[in-house]
């Protein structure tokens, strides 16, 4: 059995060295960009971030996997636990200035369920953090923790939805449209950012069509220790199915009806 508050607690330190590469970086005039083979940006800070973190788990967890965004996957064997780490969420807006980032570090047992997160926005001044049957908190200015509860909206009508943007929806695309003529409010957060929201209850839905299991393990955790609920654009639980859709969980099944409609 593994203890899942050491666990966390390393998860932290991860977090508290991700901080600091990633807060040097930002805004820095020699910060040097490229773009990957899926033409989406990578900094000097995103690979700095992710080759410290594997470092620390190598000493410190040298039994367990690593899947990072920016160095590769292993092949998963259901037999070890793995990290899932996006050394910076949210890159696009790194590069240009805008605080809304974050390092993404999630714990995934073997069977692929995430049983540790944390998402830490220095520029933010805030993380957040769950481990499985321990609740979800938020720190603000590293001050002390606040647990975490969802909305209790019960309508589409009344509730508050975040997305990313227009880009990727396919086949769902209309459907997304009319969606927000019918929620009370919506606005276009994206990234870790809305469903963070919703883990605090000031954001009843958030949803993403295209993401990888970097870019979901964290939030995920933390949203379902929050009281809500977290699967992708069909209802499959988890973080491994492609897309996003986090709620209070009351909402849950009419989006999804909705949204696939």
């Known amino acids: ?24 970086r930002y805004q820095s005039l020699d910060l040097v960009i490229e773009t990957k083979p899926d033409l989406t940006p990578v900094t000097d800070a995103d690979k700095a971030v992710e080759r410290k973190i594997r470092e620390v788990l190598a000493a410190q967890r040298p039994d367990d996997l690593i899947v990072g965004e920016e160095f590769g996957t292993p092949s998963l ?50 993380r957040w953090f769950a481990a499985l049957g321990h609740g979800a908190y938020v720190s603000e200015n590293s001050g002390e923790p606040i647990q ?18 227009l880009v990727g929806w396919g086949q ?7 969606l927000q003529e019918r929620i009370w409010r919506t606005r276009g957060l994206g990234d870790f950012w809305s469903h963070m929201l919703v883990a605090e209850g ?9 993401l990888a299991l970097w870019d979901m393990a964290a939030l995920d955790i933390i949203v379902r220790e929050a ?3 977290f699967t992708n654009l069909d ?18 099944h009419d989006f999804l009806a909705a949204l696939n409609s």
């Open 1 to 24: 059995m593994r203890d899942l508050a050491q666990d966390l607690l390393l998860a932290h330190q991860l977090a508290d060295v991700a901080d600091w590469i990633s807060r040097d």
């Open 77 to 126: 064997d259901g037999k070890n636990y793995y990290w899932v780490i996006d050394p910076i969420d949210g890159t696009k807006n790194f590069l240009r200035g805008i605080p809304t980032w974050a390092t993404l570090i999630g714990l995934c047992n073997p069977e692929g369920e995430v049983v540790v997160g944390v998402v830490s926005a220095p520029a933010l001044y805030r």
């Open 148 to 165: 975490l509860k969802v909305s209790k909206v019960r309508e589409l009508k009344d509730a508050s939805l975040s997305y990313s943007d």
């Open 172 to 178: 769902r695309r209309e459907a997304i449209l009319l």
């Open 202 to 210: 000031a954001v009843d839905i958030s949803v993403e069509p295209t």
């Open 227 to 229: 009281g809500g609920t």
């Open 235 to 252: 209802g499959t639980p988890g973080s491994h199915g492609g897309n996003a859709v986090a709620s209070n969980g009351l909402l849950h």
